[in-house]
Nanobody, 120 residues
Framework: QVQLVESGGGLVQAGGSLRLSCAASGGTFRINAMGWYRQAPGKQRELVAAIGSGGTTNYADSVKGRFTISRDNAKNTVYLQMNGLKPEDTAVYYC??????????????WGQGTQVTVSS
């Protein structure tokens, strides 16, 4: 199976920055799209940012101009640079990757999540 491991979360003050990383590993596979989702207490999981294999990106309106998603295909890694953090950004952030295994089946994998807490 394809495993995703996130890192880089933490506690910061409003206006601060964090850089999240997510690395995919396990077996032989080809990743198509990767993205970051978040889930705050009592709220549904939502898309934060996504990036396709060709580099096309999309962002939630709430993070446009503050967050930047990027990927290193050679390392099967996706990053999320978060600047100008706000208390409403507080959530568990999850990495997602979808693609195809060498054996043929499509996959859609999720990381374990990393906590981001922004104090007011």
């Amino acid at each position: 199976q394809v495993q995703l491991v996130e890192s880089g979360g933490g506690l910061v003050q409003a206006g601060g920055s964090l850089r999240l990383s997510c690395a995919a590993s396990g077996g032989t596979f080809r990743i198509n799209a990767m993205g970051w989702y978040r889930q705050a207490p009592g709220k549904q999981r939502e898309l934060v940012a996504a990036i396709g294999s060709g580099g096309t990106t999309n962002y939630a309106d709430s993070v446009k101009g503050r967050f930047t998603i990027s990927r290193d295909n050679a390392k099967n890694t996706v990053y999320l640079q978060m600047n100008g953090l706000k208390p409403e950004d507080t959530a568990v952030y999850y990495c997602n990757a979808e693609g195809r295994l060498y054996t043929g089946p499509l996959f859609d994998s999720w990381g374990q999540g990393t906590q981001v807490t922004v104090s007011s």
